[in-house]
């Protein structure tokens, strides 16, 4: 089992390891000795698949287990949600003690964090991640909420967990598609920070099916939480350098969105890092030769680099994120591979930059 450790207002592990979900239990009690009950909030995916070992983990330790499971996806991901995992714990006497757990992937994440965090003004909240989307980004970090028909994640809080576990031998039961899309976020790593990553991904030998390399999967796993734990114990509020996160979100949820969340997370990303990665080329802030590597190795992982989303389009999506300060938003360009920059560009500005050609 390896352990990175998050250190920020709260310090906590960030746990990785094949078949550790039979360890929650004992891993809970560990970080939450007077905590008696415990939500476990998951999806009508993969509650089937794992909810049963997690709960006689948690019951093994004594733990009064309650769940709360919603329909799969996005479309879920609202107040109507919360409101029920609420419900389940204001009628079983929960107390600042006891414990949300989250089992499923960004959505499940997002909103028991969410839920755990309003709930008599915030409860504990442990993360137990199953998509490889989640388990290298969303759940660690504390960003938690819900969509509005405005926009994603328009309503939320940041909440940190108390421990994250993350058993690698879920991904076992990922489809290709959603295995594929937590690629997208992997790559992001690389460009933005971390050229060692960059040299094992473009390295690999079989980069579409990569995830039957279950030990180099695991390492790549441990060197995002470990990218993840520094930026969080540099800029937990998002104030500065975590922005460099959000490579390739700005137009990447305008496309998500405009697509009515038919597109998955990751794969927008893939699209929104092409779209930025080109635009840079052309305004001269990033070598062609740097760029098309980066372009390419996208692809080879299976994912698209390029959208027919317009610049007035994007132009028109990026008013309503919520990451706008003022009139100005902050676009994540690469440098290099493996380094970024924030750059602050009015709407317009940001038009410009991609309508270059
Ligand atoms: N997923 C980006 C962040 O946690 O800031």
């Known amino acids: 089992m390896r352990r990175v450790t998050v250190n920020c207002s709260s310090n906590y592990d960030v746990v990785i390891g094949k078949g550790i979900l039979d360890e929650t239990g004992r891993l809970t009690k560990q970080v939450c000795p007077k905590a008696q009950k415990v939500l476990i909030v998951s999806e009508s995916n993969v509650a089937p698949l794992y909810m049963d070992r997690v709960k006689s983990s948690l019951t093994g330790e004594g733990f009064a287990v309650f769940e709360y499971v919603f329909e799969a996806g996005e479309q879920s991901k609202n107040i109507a949600s919360i409101s029920g995992m609420w419900g389940v714990m204001a009628s079983n006497g929960f107390t600042r003690t006891d414990i949300v757990l989250a089992l499923g992937g960004g959505v ?32 660690i970090g504390g960003k938690t909420g819900i969509d509005l028909p405005q926009g994603k994640n328009q309503v939320g809080a940041f909440h940190q967990p108390s421990i994250v576990i993350e058993d690698t031998s879920c991904l076992d039961t990922l489809p290709d598609s959603v295995f594929t899309e937590g690629m997208g976020e992997v790559l992001k790593y690389a460009y933005i920070m971390d050229t060692e990553l960059y040299e094992i991904l473009s390295g690999a ?14 390492d790549i796993i441990a060197r995002c939480a470990y990218d993840k734990a ?20 700005t137009v990447g949820h305008v496309i998500e969105r405009d697509s009515n969340f038919t597109l998955a997370h990751g ?22 030769d740097k760029a098309d590597k980066m372009i ?4 080879a992982y299976g994912l698209p680099s390029e959208d027919d989303i317009t610049p007035e389009e994007a132009r028109e999506g990026v008013l309503n994120d919520k990451k ?3 009139d100005t938003i902050s676009v994540i360009l690469v440098t290099d591979i493996g380094r970024s920059e ?7 500005e940001f038009l410009q930059f991609l309508k270059r050609k």
């Open 205 to 218: 030998e079989d980069k579409a099916d990569i995830r039957k390399n279950l030990d180099l999967i695991e």
């Open 230 to 249: 520094y930026v969080i114990g540099e800029d937990e509020n998002d104030n500065g350098l975590r922005q460099t996160l959000n490579f390739g979100h």
């Open 342 to 348: 924030i750059c602050k560009m009015t709407a317009d």
């Open 108 to 139: 499940t994440g997002d909103m028991a964090g969410f839920a755990a965090a309003t709930f008599l003004r915030g409860i504990k909240v442990i993360q137990v991640p199953t998509s490889l989307l989640a388990m290298v980004d969303a759940c």
């Open 267 to 288: 794969v927008c990303v893939a699209k929104g890092m092409g779209i930025i990665i080109r635009a840079s080329v052309l305004s001269g802030k990033l070598d062609k």
């Open 296 to 299: 390419s190795l996208i692809e």
């Open 324 to 326: 706008k300060r003022g």
